[in-house]
């Protein structure tokens, strides 16, 4: 290759990670909607149902109008994303693309029955009978699940390549595409994200609700749409933190350098401590809160484990630091925080069959959404910069798979300005569905013939 | 045939189907763009976001299935051609996130200057994207892309005649599938002087794309001599099936009879990228890459070929039963329930 182009791919990497992580962070928290807001939204409309509380339903076809523009936020998101894969990082295409690049086709199976039946679902609504109405859902469910079954087990491929040997010039051969969506990530990372999409959609739904209530709105209608999605988001946060543990001790095993950079530990220690914030500089966390033998017992489940450190691998094979800890440590924080808001939920709950009648249980759960998504992108940072310098744990470095196309980083500065848009567009038209829920959905053809829907616009 | 001969061939099944229902979709956009004043446009709007609101995700999802199926068992094929080409490539994804957002969200947003902002914003990326969608495949047919990461001029590749005559032909086929397709539903909904107006516009366009594809003929035996090869040679009857068909079409909808004509000028586009396709055979990237050469391992293929054949299973009941379900069900069916009052329509006001 000739030195120009190489001046080209360098010039492209900082722009090309920036790029993939704002596209990937801003379609991750469309995504969660997609996977959990279906069945949140179903149960509503069957409790609704079946208390004949027509309360209920109408909340669940105001979640469903919802579902559908965050659906389609997150299907134009992800058309982006297809692109980038391969006009970013064509270098992890090429080489690897038959070996993980399956899951992405049973992906695009998914999404478009989900695509499918999210139109059912919402064109369907008074015109199926209630039975056959949540039956279409089903699909919706399903599939929206299935879909990111299919995606995280792409990425944790990536921290855990598996399903293929290599020959003598570093050439893929052998690929088994079944053996690569089931490494040793795949499923705590399918199971941590599928929780995570739960807890993000829960908390923020309830939120809406909370700030309602907190102006004063004190209707069924709100109690009611603050319940619903904090019961799913309150009873799945306790199991969040055991998978938690899960995923931490799949870390240790396959990728422990960085399991090293999450807790800023240099040297390889016996009886290694639990260090919360503080900043890592010269090869040493300084300003820590530790907690003593804490992470050897969480990983080993043995005060006195040995836990590697950064120092086991050349500098140049190290993440950066500050960043992974922190990411780590905000997830965590964030996580406990939403721990001890759904004890108290679930507590009350069962002691009152009512919500805390304080205004600061209230001004929590406004709050926790927000706290639920950044914990959630936190998650993200910390498992994507935490593989780093790699795009293939220990296979294919970053640098290596970027794209050496002259004039590639002007494209950050186009999605920057197209995600601004979205962001404010999607915001006001939530906003404006949250006010008068008679605002319909993307999906929903508009009921009447152009006669009488010009007629109407005459009228007005 | 061989398992990668198979597979491209259901990537190809993609391409067609994607060349339809997302090609009716952008052209529905163009008219859009072309409907006139905010008022004298709005009843030809209502009909374009009537027809198109329901299926616009499933008719673009075609284009993911075609992007993975490539970068799987593709994959140095697809690393080369979405490096050379990511300056188009890139620009039809703004477009096509630009189109999608402002199509979903305009009929959520009541004020006028963001509803025409949105808008706008709808029917221009509805106009460029087919374009640069339509100068990528200039560039392949084109053999401008060469193997290898970035290994293409990544402005000529897309800047030339051919592309510029693919870009240009896949708008005016967009917007005539659109005409036929919506002067069709017009007629269905009882609109007729909108049916007459899209048939005059159909009958325009494909006027247009006629012309066009005669004098296209000299530009690609002047630019692209394998591919002119190709089309006079082996691509031949499907090229000569496209013109028949577009000539049936054209009676079709002469006569006022749109469901045929619907058909007739579905199956003349899809003759035309068969004839691609057949042309450009056995090569993935003109001149060099063969589609044995580009095809990667064999579990890989085998693989997919079943994910696809069960998908397919899947998928097809699915999506007739949305179509069924959207054509059988006019707006003014509406069962009365609970919640079924009509709210204030954000209408073009």
């Known amino acids: 290759m000739d030195p120009i182009v190489l001046a080209d791919a360098a010039e492209n990497l900082y722009p090309a990670r920036m790029q993939m992580a704002l596209s990937l962070g801003w379609h991750i928290v469309f995504a969660c909607f997609g996977i959990a807001f279906p069945l949140i939204t179903v149960v509503s409309e069957w409790l609704g149902h079946r208390r004949g509380d027509g309360t209920l339903t109408d909340l669940a076809h105001t979640w469903a109008k919802a579902m559908g523009v965050l659906f389609a936020a997150g299907a134009v998101s992800g058309t982006l994303l297809s692109f980038e894969m391969g006009i970013l990082w064509p270098g992890l295409m090429d080489r690897f693309g038959e070996v993980f690049g399956f899951p992405f086709v049973l992906e695009g199976f998914a999404f478009f029955i989900e695509a499918i039946f999210v139109g059912v679902y919402l064109f369907g609504w008074n015109r199926l009978s209630p039975r056959a109405h949540m039956l279409s859902a089903v699909p919706m469910i399903v599939s929206g699940m299935a879909g990111a079954f299919f995606v995280v087990a792409a990425n944790a491929w990536m921290n855990n390549p598996t399903g293929f040997r290599l020959d003598a010039d570093g050439r893929v051969v052998d690929a088994q595409p079944w053996a690569a969506m089931f490494g040793p990530s795949t499923w705590p990372q399918v199971v941590h994200m599928l929780l995570a999409a739960y807890m993000v959609t829960g908390f923020t739904v309830a939120s809406v609700y909370a700030v309602g209530m907190l102006r004063g709105r004190r209707d069924r209608r709100h109690r ?15 199991v969040q933190i055991g998978v938690g543990d899960w995923i931490a001790n799949t870390v240790a095993d396959n990728q422990p350098v960085k399991l090293a950079a999450m807790e800023a530990q240099y040297e390889t220690t016996a009886g290694a401590p639990l260090s919360l914030g503080g900043i890592y500089q010269d090869d040493e966390l300084r300003w820590a809160l530790e907690i003593p033998n804490g992470l050897s017992l969480l990983i080993h489940h043995d005060p006195d484990g040995v836990v590697p450190g950064l120092e086991e691998v050349p500098p140049d094979e190290r993440p950066p630091v500050n960043v992974v800890h922190l990411a780590y440590n905000a997830m965590v924080g964030l996580g406990s925080a939403l721990l001890l808001l759904a004890v108290v939920s679930g507590w009350t709950w069962w002691r009152r069959r009512d919500i805390p009648r304080t205004p600061w249980f209230l001004r929590a759960v406004a709050v926790s959404g927000i706290a639920a998504i950044v914990a959630m992108e936190a998650g993200w940072v910390t498992t994507e910069v935490g593989r780093q310098p790699w795009i293939v744990h220990g296979l294919l470095r970053t640098a290596d798979a970027v794209s050496p196309a002259s004039g590639l980083y002007l494209g950050l500065y186009g999605v920057v300005a197209v995600y601004a848009v979205l962001t404010v567009l999607t915001a006001i038209v939530l906003r404006r569905l949250a006010r008068s829920p008679d605002t319909p959905a993307p999906q929903e053809a508009d009921a009447g013939t152009p006669d009488r829907a010009a007629g109407e616009v005459a009228v007005r | 045939m061989t398992l990668a001969e198979v597979l491209l061939s259901c990537m190809f099944v993609g391409l067609v ?11 529905a956009g163009i008219w859009d763009l072309l409907a006139g004043g905010t008022r004298r446009g709005a009843r030809q709007r209502q009909l374009i976001e009537h027809t198109i609101a329901p299926v616009w995700e499933a008719n673009h999802v075609w284009l993911i299935f075609v992007l993975v199926v490539l970068w799987t068992a593709f994959s140095g094929a697809f690393a080369a051609i979405v490096t050379t080409l990511y300056i188009p490539l890139t620009l039809a994804a703004f477009g096509m996130i630009a189109r999608g957002a402002a199509f979903a969200f305009r009929k959520s947003i009541t004020t006028l200057p963001m509803r025409r902002f949105l808008g706008a914003a ?16 200039g560039a392949v047919a084109s053999g401008r892309v060469p193997p290898g990461i970035a ?31 919506l002067g069709a539903d017009a007629r269905r909904e009882g609109a007729d002087d909108l049916a007459e107006q899209f048939r005059t516009r159909a009958l325009g366009t494909a006027a247009a794309t006629g012309a066009l594809g005669i004098a296209g003929l000299f530009v690609l035996r002047a630019d692209a001599p394998l591919l002119f090869d190709g089309l006079t040679g082996r691509g031949l009857p499907l090229v000569v099936l496209s013109v028949v068909a577009g000539l049936v079409a054209l009676v079709f909808l002469w006569r006022r009879r749109f469901l045929p004509a619907r058909a007739a000028s579905a199956l003349a586009v899809t003759a035309i990228l068969l004839g691609w396709a057949a042309a450009q055979y ?6 060099e890459l063969t589609i044995e050469e580009a095809a990667r391992g064999r579990a890989t293929l085998v693989a997919m070929l079943v994910a696809l054949a069960v998908g397919a299973l899947v998928l097809v009941p699915a999506l007739a039963y949305l179509y069924a379900l959207f054509q059988r069900s006019p707006g003014g069916e509406v069962r009365e329930g609970p919640t079924s009052a009509p709210g204030p329509r954000a209408g073009a006001t």
């Open chain 1, 224 to 238: 009611a749409g603050l319940l619903v999605p904090l019961a799913f988001a309150a009873a799945l946060t306790p």
């Open chain 2, 17 to 27: 189907a994607y060349g339809l229902f997302a090609g009716a979709d952008f052209g």
């Open chain 2, 122 to 137: 709808f029917a221009l990326s509805s106009l460029v994207t087919p374009y640069f969608l339509g100068s990528v495949v």
């Open chain 2, 151 to 181: 290994a293409g001029d990544v402005l000529t590749s897309w800047l030339n005649p051919t592309s510029a005559l693919g870009g240009v032909l896949a708008v005016l086929v967009c917007a005539y599938l659109a005409a036929v397709f």
């Open chain 2, 282 to 287: 056995p090569y993935v990237l003109l001149p």
